[in-house]
C-alpha cells in the first residue's frame, strides 16, 4: 500500500512549472551547431550615392567642354532670397545706384534681354538688327562670348531655357530658333507663317515653348517633336506678350486689338489643355499692354499699360483688377517698354520712354528710385537671378547695360 501511494505521490495533476529563462538560455546555447532557421539580417555599410541627374535637354552642354570654352563654373542651385530682409537693411540700400558696364555690339534698338539662372553671369540680348549675343558680364577679357547671326530679319525676343546653355529667340523673319550656346550652332528652327513677336519657355518644362505671332496666333510648341501640339484659336491683333500661371496650367495672352472689341481681348487668361480662354475681359480700358508679368510668389500678376501706368491683377478667377493700386510715374508712349520683378518680389523694376528706369515697392507702389539711362528710351529691364542689387537695361539705340 505504502509502495503504491509513494508512486502516486510523484505524478501529479498539476501543470508543469515554466521553464525559467536562464535554464532556456543555456539549453539554446548548448546546441551552438544548430543553426537558426531565421538568422538576424547583419546590417550592411551604408554609402553614399550621389543623385541621379536628369538627362540633359535638347541641345545642352558638356560641363568640361564648357568650362574649356567659356571659364564657366559647374552650375549650381541658384538661392532665391526670401522675402524677409535683415533687420536693418532696406530697399534702398538694395538698389543699384550706377552704371558699372556698358556691354557694346548692337547696331540697331535692343529689344530684349534675359540672365541665366544656372550660369548667372551669362545675359542674353537681342535687337532690330538681328543678331543674339551672349555676354559674360563681368569678365575682364572678352566680354561678348557669343555671336548667332542665324535670323535674316530683327529680333523681337530672347529666352534662356533653365536647364542648360539653350537659348530661344523669334522674330521678323517668321521663325523661333533654338541655339546650344556651348557649341555656338542652331540646333532647331521652327518655323510659322507670320511675324514672331514673343516666346516663353513652360516653366516646368524646358521642352514645351508658347510662341505669339503677328496674326494673333498662339501656339504651344514641343521641341521633341519639332512642331506645335496646341494652337489657341481666337480673333486677335498681333500678339505682345505671354506669361504663364497657375503652375503652367494656365497662360496669359496680351494683344493688340482694334477699337470695337478692345475691352475683350486685350488680356485673356487661357487654358493650356482645352485651348478655351478662362476670361477675355480681364482688363477693359482703353490700352493696349506690352507686357505681362506674374508675381514670383503671390497670386498676382501686372499688366504695363500704354496709359503710362502697370495695373495689377489677381491670378484666381475672376482675375479681378486690383482698383486702389497701380504703379505709375514712367512712361511708355507707344514703345514696347517692358517691366520685372525682382527674384523676392519686394520691388518691381521698369523701363521708360525717357530713358530712365524705375524702382517701385511692390507693397506700397511707391517710387523708390529713378535712374536715368539713356538718351532713348529704356526699353527692357532685367534683376540679376542672384544679386538684388544688379539690374540690366537695354535702350532703343542699341546700348545694354548693368547697374550695381
Known amino acids: 500500500m505504502d509502495l503504491i501511494c509513494n508512486s502516486y505521490a510523484n505524478d501529479s495533476d498539476d501543470e508543469p512549472e515554466p521553464v525559467t529563462n536562464e535554464r532556456l538560455t543555456s539549453k539554446i546555447a548548448a546546441a551552438p551547431s544548430i543553426p537558426s532557421k531565421r538568422p538576424y539580417p547583419v546590417p550592411e555599410e551604408r554609402q553614399y550615392k550621389p543623385p541621379r541627374r536628369p538627362y540633359p535637354p535638347h541641345g545642352s552642354y558638356s560641363e568640361s567642354q564648357t568650362s574649356s570654352s567659356f571659364s564657366i563654373p559647374v552650375p549650381v542651385p541658384v538661392p532665391v532670397p526670401g522675402r524677409h530682409r535683415p533687420k536693418g537693411s532696406s530697399l534702398q540700400t538694395e538698389m543699384p545706384s550706377r552704371m558699372s558696364i556698358s556691354l557694346t555690339g548692337h547696331t540697331k534698338a535692343v529689344t530684349a534681354i534675359d540672365w541665366s539662372t544656372s550660369h548667372v553671369h551669362l545675359l542674353a540680348s537681342a535687337g532690330l538688327d538681328g543678331a543674339v549675343y551672349v555676354w559674360n558680364v563681368w569678365s575682364n577679357d572678352k566680354k561678348k562670348v557669343r555671336a548667332f547671326l542665324h535670323h535674316n530679319a530683327p529680333v523681337k525676343d530672347v529666352k534662356w531655357s533653365k ?144 496709359g503710362n501706368y502697370t495695373a495689377i491683377f489677381s491670378t484666381n478667377p475672376p482675375f479681378k483688377l486690383n482698383k486702389y493700386k497701380r504703379f505709375e510715374g514712367h512712361w511708355v508712349a507707344g514703345f514696347p517698354i517692358k517691366c520685372n520683378f525682382s527674384p523676392d518680389g519686394e520691388t518691381l523694376a521698369s523701363g521708360s520712354s525717357d530713358g530712365s528706369v524705375y524702382m517701385y515697392d511692390y507693397k506700397s507702389t511707391a517710387l523708390i528710385k529713378k535712374l536715368k539711362a539713356y538718351e532713348q528710351p529704356c526699353v527692357n529691364v532685367s534683376y540679376h537671378p542672384v544679386l538684388p542689387n544688379v539690374v540690366a537695361a537695354c535702350s532703343w539705340n542699341g546700348q545694354v547695360s548693368v547697374f550695381e
Open 163 to 306: 536647364q542648360g546653355l539653350s537659348l530661344l529667340s523669334c522674330g521678323y523673319d517668321c521663325t523661333s530658333r533654338l541655339f546650344d550656346v556651348e557649341r555656338g550652332v542652331e540646333t532647331q528652327s521652327f518655323k510659322e507663317d507670320e511675324v514672331v513677336g514673343v516666346v516663353k519657355f513652360h516653366p516646368d518644362n524646358c521642352n514645351v515653348f508658347l510662341s505669339g505671332g503677328s496674326k494673333g496666333s498662339l501656339r504651344l510648341w514641343d521641341i521633341r517633336a519639332n512642331k506645335f501640339v496646341h494652337e489657341y484659336v481666337r480673333d486677335l491683333g498681333p500678339i505682345l506678350d505671354v506669361e504663364f500661371i497657375a503652375g503652367g496650367k494656365q497662360f496669359i495672352s496680351s494683344s493688340d486689338v482694334s477699337g470695337r472689341n478692345i475691352s475683350e481681348n486685350a488680356v485673356i487668361v487661357w487654358d493650356i489643355s482645352r485651348e478655351v480662354p478662362l476670361s477675355n475681359q480681364v482688363y477693359v480700358e482703353a490700352y493696349t499692354c506690352p507686357c505681362i508679368k506674374r508675381h514670383p510668389q503671390d497670386p498676382v500678376f501686372i499688366a504695363q499699360s500704354h
